[in-house]
Antibody, heavy 125, light 107 residues
Framework: EVQLVESGGALVQPGGSLRLSCIAS????????MNWVRQAPGKGLEWVSY????????YYADSVKGRFTISRDNTKNSLFLQMNSLRAEDTAVYYC??????????????????WGQGALVTVSS | DVQMTQSPSSLSASVGDRVTITCRAS??????LAWYQQIPGRVPKLLIY???TLQSGVPSRFSGSGSGTDFTLTISSLQPEDVATYYC?????????FGPGTKVDIK
């Protein structure tokens, strides 16, 4: 069974930092692109960041570019999101989501077929 | 960047009704469009990808169509368990932008 479990959500002051983790199981983690998606309270879904199977390439939404860093450790089936210079508008539930399957350098369409339960990040003084 | 819009933003329909939601991309995205369902309090769920391919386990009353810039999600016979917000998403390249969502409830 595919499982994605996020951790690291917390209350943090504006300007602070936080690192989210997502532990994957039930599939060959190193063969899948991965993403972070967030949802502010009562709002819609916002794609945040993407990472390729080996750690590159990485892409970011304009709203977090230069402040957030996505990374992964395929030896530990883990995905991370380092969030710096946090702002009130970063308050949201953060989901990790499995992307496309890649084999032999070719990747299937990036659709988010499995999601974690989410980690709540609250930025407030 | 490509912008995604959806219409309507919300709708109310009776059980058994045919429901149609439209998604439009500001630029050509071929067939690279996915639809997600988010039931209140739940995690988003993939319904359809590549514009019209039903994800495994999704009821056949859900269908998708379209390509290029205009796409449609159809629920052929609305059921009470379909009360949710539906999002489209462009999947051809980053940024993988979601539409603003369409909230569906029962009349």
């Amino acid at each position: 069974e595919v499982q994605l479990v996020e951790s690291g959500g917390a209350l943090v002051q504006p300007g602070g930092s936080l690192r989210l983790s997502c532990i994957a199981s039930g599939f060959t983690f190193s063969s899948y692109e991965m993403n972070w998606v967030r949802q502010a309270p009562g709002k819609g879904l916002e794609w945040v960041s993407y990472i390729g199977t080996s750690g590159t390439p990485t892409y970011y939404a304009d709203s977090v570019k230069g402040r957030f860093t996505i990374s992964r450790d395929n030896t530990k089936n883990s995905l991370f999101l380092q969030m710096n210079s946090l702002r009130a508008e970063d308050t949201a539930v953060y989901y990790c989501a499995r992307g496309g399957y890649c084999s032999g350098g070719n990747c299937r369409t990036t659709v988010f077929d499995y999601w974690g339960q989410g980690a709540l990040v609250t930025v407030s003084s | 960047d490509v912008q995604m819009t959806q219409s309507p933003s919300s709708l109310s329909a009776s059980v058994g009704d045919r429901v149609t939601i439209t998604c439009r991309a500001s630029q050509y995205i071929s067939h690279y469009l996915a639809w997600y369902q988010q039931i209140p309090g739940r995690v988003p769920k993939l319904l359809i990808y590549d514009g019209s391919t039903l994800q495994s386990g999704v009821p056949s009353r859900f269908s998708g169509s379209g390509s290029g810039t205009d796409f449609t999600l159809t629920i052929s016979s609305l059921q009470p368990e379909d009360v949710a917000t539906y999002y489209c998403q462009k999947c051809n390249s980053a940024p993988f932008t979601f539409g603003p969502g369409t909230k569906v409830d029962i009349k």
